[in-house]
């Protein structure tokens, strides 16, 4: 690495509200004159929604607009040889800014190296130019602080899963833990609901949790999990 390169900050935002950002996170976007951020071809992204109002005037934005989402199969190889592309394009352009002596600031919502994008840039340009990540609260601490219970207690043992999990493999992990936390629901929520309910468990989704759409409701009477939905099983372990 040069000693004169930039660093490349991953920041984590956090679930949705730019008051639940870190006082590093909020230095670092206020200060930026470069920022990067993930979005949805043809959307604002709502990376750049959360730090509205908090960028200085001559910053540079360079937006990454994903070239899939659903349009594929997650498991044609086309998917993954497109976002490898699609990613490999955008750590170039970041490795040039660093190596030209510029910082830049990846905004990440919720934490960067939790189900992130930003972990893809993170392998792509950590072996080039100093990388340094800003940690956030994951999106799964304000869904189970919406939901208005604990998740975990006493020695109660928490999973995390994404849905897009064979039915049976992810109905075994829900029968196997105390408490669950379930990410990437979307198009797999019927999948779920069939999963907890073979599991003998109850389940609530939580819609954009810190953010002004939240809401909560149990998991077999919603119909359809928007983008920003987490579904929990709360733990029920030793009290005292």
């Not at 976002?83 to 660093?98: G, I, M, P």
Request: net charge neutral; proline share 7%; with cysteine.
């Amino acid at each position: 690495m040069s000693a004169a390169a930039g660093t490349v900050h991953g920041v984590g935002l956090g679930p949705g509200s730019a008051d639940l950002m870190s006082v590093r996170a909020d230095r670092l976007v206020r200060g930026a004159r470069h920022i990067a951020y993930f979005r949805k071809a043809g959307k604002a992204g709502q990376a750049r929604r959360i730090v509205e109002g908090m960028l200085r005037a001559d910053v540079v934005e360079f937006p990454m607009d994903y070239p899939v989402t659903t349009e594929i199969p997650l498991d044609d190889p086309r998917y993954a040889a497109t976002l490898a592309a699609f990613y490999e394009d955008c750590a170039t352009h970041l490795r040039a800014l660093a190596q030209g002596g510029e910082d830049v600031v990846v905004l990440a919502e919720g934490d960067p190296f939790f189900y992130g994008s930003f972990m893809h840039l993170h392998t792509r340009l950590s072996p080039h130019v100093p990388v340094r990540v800003v940690p956030g609260i994951p999106g799964m601490a304000a869904a189970w602080a919406a939901s208005g219970e604990p998740i975990t207690w006493g020695d109660d043992v928490l999973t995390v899963a994404p849905a897009t999990l064979p039915e049976a493999e992810l109905a075994r992990r829900i029968a196997d833990t105390d408490a669950l936390v379930v990410m990437k629901i979307g198009q797999n929520l019927d999948r779920l609901k069939r999963a907890v309910a073979a599991a003998g468990k109850t389940a609530v989704l939580v819609e954009y949790a810190a953010m002004p759409e939240q809401r909560v409701r149990p998991l077999d009477a919603v119909e359809r999990a928007p983008y920003f939905s987490i579904a929990l099983i709360h733990g029920a372990g030793r009290r005292p």
